[in-house]
């Protein structure tokens, strides 16, 4: 029997030795471990097949016990949903068929972060609430404080960040063939990476789901990041398949929402804050954008989209209110030319919100120093 077989045999064991305490059934006779797999260089692969009343904790059960075992160097857990095509394996699918509103507990490749130390996702409900705009002044913030800084772009359809830092170049490959790794660009402190940098201008992402996806995780695990003590995520608006992704390929440490003061966003940030919620992912609090105009020639303040939604909601949902960003002329202006305003004005009221902002981020993710 060779040194795989033994390996995979070692492991199917040890999902026998666990019982799912819902059905009294092991993990291996109930049908929830199909397509095992074990390879020379101890990487073991399987699919958790997870039933709708199930607990989340099953899965990384299943993940601890198998890591546990001499000779694994890797695990990667692949979480089906009941009724879900699966492909060859071992039982029929654990559970009863999926209701609507139930999301299996993602399971991480702690690998894929790498030396990142912690990863800070910021998202919205919508579009057009300046998601990219308060992800790069965070980053650039946290930055000036002494932080090292990486800002993954994961709105793969619409790639700011590139504009934003004012960074066009195309980025270099290095390492042996086979373990290649892609060099981040660096403006302002921030190390970037973002399709943007790897498209011709105005050409399209068109692409489906499972393409995102693999995006972000080549982004997580075949950039040379280096070791970065914050790695900001700007998301794409919505509750998509790159939020998801995102918290199943890694652990991420919290998620700020991006929404301004209207109810047609607050409302839309309320669902964003439960699918965070669904896959265990700590929202670390709301963040007030566009939220009111100061006239330079009057100092009279100008509610554009009204005033107080994003605390209202913060207050409603019982979530950290991070901050009030104001509308100024300025955050437009510094974002067109690749100059985030916490840069380009960084003692300006948006400046020092943005400051603000980062450091109650901060306090509440300290980063891991290595």
């Known amino acids: 029997m060779d040194r795989m077989?033994?390996?995979r045999d070692?492991?199917?064991a040890a999902l026998e030795a666990l019982t799912n305490p819902r059905t009294g059934a092991d993990f291996w006779s109930g049908g929830h471990i199909r397509e095992l797999e074990a390879d020379a260089d101890g990487l073991v692969r399987f699919q958790f097949i997870l039933g709708q009343e199930d607990p989340g904790t099953l899965v990384r059960e299943a993940r601890a016990a198998v890591e546990a075992l001499e000779g694994v160097t890797r695990v990667k857990i692949d979480v089906k949903l009941p009724n879900a095509p699966t492909g060859r394996?071992?039982?029929p699918p654990a559970g009863r068929p999926l209701r609507a509103g139930s999301v299996p507990a993602p399971t991480p490749d702690t690998a894929a972060s790498g030396n990142i130390g912690r990863i800070i996702a910021?998202?919205?409900?919508?579009?057009g609430v300046g998601k990219s705009t308060v992800a790069a002044n965070l980053a650039v913030s946290l930055a000036s404080g002494g932080h090292?800084?990486?800002?993954l772009d994961a709105d793969v359809y619409g790639p700011d960040i590139p504009l934003m830092f004012g960074e066009r170049r195309r980025p270099r490959v290095t390492g042996e063939k086979g373990a290649e790794k892609i060099v981040p660009?660096?403006?302002h402190g921030v190390q970037l990476m973002s399709i943007g940098f790897l498209l011709e201008d105005e050409q399209p992402a068109i692409m489906r789901g499972p393409l995102v996806s693999g995006i972000l995780r080549q982004f997580l695990e075949q950039v040379e990041w280096g070791r970065l003590d914050y790695l900001i995520v700007d998301m794409p608006p919505g509750t998509g398949d790159a939020q998801l992704s995102l918290t199943q390929i890694v652990n991420v440490d919290g998620a700020v929402l991006v929404t301004t003061p209207q109810d047609v966003s607050t409302g839309d940030v309320r669902r964003a804050v439960k699918m965070f919620e669904k896959v265990r992912t700590p929202v670390l609090g709301i963040v007030e954008n566009m939220s009111g105009f100061v006239c330079p020639h009057c100092n009279e303040t100008v509610d554009v989209f009204g005033r107080g939604g994003g605390e209202r909601l913060a207050r409603d949902m019982e979530l950290p209110f991070l901050g009030a960003i104001p509308l100024d002329p300025r955050v437009r202006e510094s974002g067109d030319v690749g100059r985030p305003l916490s840069v380009a004005f960084p003692a300006s009221p948006a400046g020092e919100a943005f400051r603000s902002v980062a450091a109650r981020i901060a306090d509440a993710v300290q980063p891991v120093r290595t």
């Not at 090292?148 to 800002?151: F, M, S, W, Y």
């Open 5 to 7: 077989q033994l390996l």
């Open 148 to 151: 090292r800084v990486g800002l």
């Open 185 to 187: 660009l660096e403006a």
């Open 89 to 91: 394996g071992h039982g």
């Open 122 to 127: 910021v998202s919205s409900g919508k579009g």
């Open 10 to 12: 070692r492991v199917q």
